[in-house]
């Protein structure tokens, strides 16, 4: 299991109310007992600031409010002796405009900096009709008149991957990292590289709502040429023992999303259906059955995503409070038990729901690009609560004034508190992820999908054995015929007997089949 560290958010070393490495560092003991294998770190360059560090001005430092290098590696130094293994991300997409390339563009035009990007002359109207994904055009104007694209925020220029001069210098980041011992790079926008060569209009307009990009963002997503770059930065990898590369390609057609994954490319490009479906028995069967599908065509395993830090969070996305907390731990059973590589946002073990961040102190662009129609991703983006003091331990000290309010009553969800509670989320995760190890038909076996009425049924079989993962997504209790083992269950009211288990609504049951 790779779990996603919101660097920021997951623990204060110094007190200044910012997540660290040396924080981090000292919570690997926790990641290691919870059962991770790996973990990826969202960006910890020095940045910006305008887009929770994807806003990159030196690729081969550390932000000094995170650490420095030293501390990186002391981090993955402890983290190897502890058997978990570190991911970087990378954003090879944009940089920020306060880059050093992007300076020496705005100062003289004819620059060879200036051709790391997409500038256009001075006209009255922006080059095409290419949307910014964070709201409004893509295209902003240099304080010169020039047009430059941004496919995020302004603060986010875009690359042109056009230029050699690009690749080369991602080549040596990669290597820079590689030599540091660390196990891999999470691609940032890894479908976004390349544009269309004459940059024509899109035929149509973008949608957030959707599963991804369409044909009606053809000019701007899934250039046939972005494919190479991912043989090279794989062969780079090749040269480095145990190392992979994840992408993020948020593509409508996941056939196009799996061609990313395939054997001479990165080794995984993530399955966002599951974190984009909602609670219903045929969205989630054809989530798992479309991915197995697509990603075994091209030889990869699935990475399976319920959470991340771009989206509400699971409890308040299946329906809030007890429901939606029953819903995220019954979700959880189901996706630890699929063949491939599950990925854990950080805080989600612990079931927290979206926080309610008031908009006077939220940072993310698209609540604000948007004039506030869009709620922006503050809520999945707040401190982790470590105890049940009143700061609940992300910083040393009390008073310390996290980055993001820590919300009221945070404590209760706390990692003390559950990892001492037997009937926790917590340790419902932690048993699955023993689980997991233990059976190798978890997490490794051929699966099988089927459905009956709202129950989604997985069966997942390894050499020597099945567990069959049930679960049951509607509103009345079902009797599963069970003849074999209840390994865990969701919810501590699972009742079995005779070979049959009653499997509440909202639930989910792993069964080691006899
Ligand atoms: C995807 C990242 O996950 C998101 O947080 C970021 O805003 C965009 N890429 C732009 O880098
Ligand atoms: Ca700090």
Known sequence: MVYQVYLRSFADSNGDGIGDLPGLRSRLPYLAWLGVDALWINPHYPSGGADGGYDIVDYRAVDPE????????????????????VVLDVVPNHTSDRHPWFQAALADPDCPEAARYHFSPPSDEPPNNWQSLFGGPAWSRTPDGRWYLHLFAPEQPDLNWRDPAVAADFEQTLRFWLDRGISGFRVDVAYGLFKDAGLRDNPGAYSPTLFGHGPEQAMTWNQ???HDVWRRWRGICDEYPDTMLVGEVCLADLEQVALYSRPDEMHQSFSFRLLKSSWDTAAFADAVRSALDVFGGVGAPVSWVLGNHDKDRQVTRFGGGAVGTTRARAAALLMLALPGSPYVYAGDELGLPQATVP???KRDPIFHRSGGARAG????????????SPGVGFSPEESAHPWLPVPEGWDRYAVSAQ???????LTMYRRAL????????LGSGEATVSTQDSVLTVRCTGTAETVRCVVNMGSETVLVGAPGAVLLASTTRVRGSLG?????PDSAVWILED
Not at 377 to 388: I, K, L, T
Not at 434 to 441: I, K
Not at 500 to 504: C, E, G, T
């Open 419 to 425: 990892a001492r509670d037997g009937g926790s989320m």
């Open 66 to 85: 995170y650490g420095d290098v030293s501390d990186l590696e002391d981090l993955v130094a402890d983290a190897r002796r502890l058997g978990l293994r």
């Open 500 to 504: 049959s288990v009653a499997l509440p």
């Open 224 to 226: 046939p040429e972005v």
């Open 434 to 441: 023993a689980l997991r190890a233990a059976h190798p038909s």
């Open 377 to 388: 991703r503050d809520g999945c983006r707040v401190p982790m609560p470590w105890n049940d």
């Open 359 to 361: 908009d006077a102190v």
